[in-house]
């Protein structure tokens, strides 16, 4: 008994199908490449979104309980590697006296605004331009520069275009003074 192997129908060519089935197969490829980009997008994704509120914890002393094997070592770790951020304090955003949120002052620039394209800060107030103004550390300090915005940055009620930020200042984005950032070491 001979075996019969599978093959195409007479008179089926790769071409016919590709015309019969152009738009099944081109959406099923579409759809496979949407899904290898999602994957591929999932698994390059960073683990640690937020290396700047880690901690850097010292290596602790043995814990009740638990017994050291000798001749076992194991490495020392870096105090703290030069790409983990500093923090060097805190903001308080604060509309009509209200406290509406507060943000880490990094290595990274923090910028403020309307605009949540353009700024990391978030502020919806008509008085605040949609890039207002950015607070970064640099040389020791900690500095706050106005984007040239409509209604002006006011550290301690005086107009700034660029200013260092010392504790307890009070930045006033507007001359009315509704949107209040307080800077805390």
């Known amino acids: 008994m001979k ?3 599978f093959s195409a129908p007479a008179g089926f060519t790769a071409l016919d199908f590709w015309q019969k089935n152009s738009s099944a197969l081109l959406l099923g490829g579409f759809i496979v ?3 290898v980009v999602f994957i591929w997008l999932i698994l390059r994704r960073r683990h640690d979104a937020f290396p700047e509120i880690k ?3 010292e290596r602790s002393e043995l814990g009740k309980g638990m017994t050291q094997v000798e001749g076992e070592t ?3 770790k870096p ?5 983990f951020p500093g923090i060097y304090g805190k903001i308080s955003v604060l509309v009509s006296g209200q406290p509406i949120g507060s943000y880490l002052v990094t290595d990274n620039q923090l910028t403020i605004g309307r605009d949540p394209a353009q700024a990391l800060a978030i502020i919806q107030e008509p008085i605040v331009s949609k890039l207002h103004c950015s607070i970064y550390y640099r040389d020791g300090g900690i500095f706050i520069q106005d984007h040239h915005s409509t209604n002006g940055t ?3 009620d005086e107009k ?3 200013h260092e930020l010392h504790d307890n200042d009070v930045v006033s984005l507007g001359k009315k003074g509704t949107v209040k950032i307080i800077y805390r070491k």
């Open 3 to 5: 075996k019969k192997i």
């Open 79 to 83: 105090a703290r590697p030069t790409s």
């Open 160 to 162: 700034i275009d660029g």
């Open 74 to 76: 194991q490495p020392e």
């Open 33 to 35: 490449l949407a899904i």
């Open 154 to 156: 006011y550290v301690n």
């Open 55 to 57: 901690l850097n914890l």
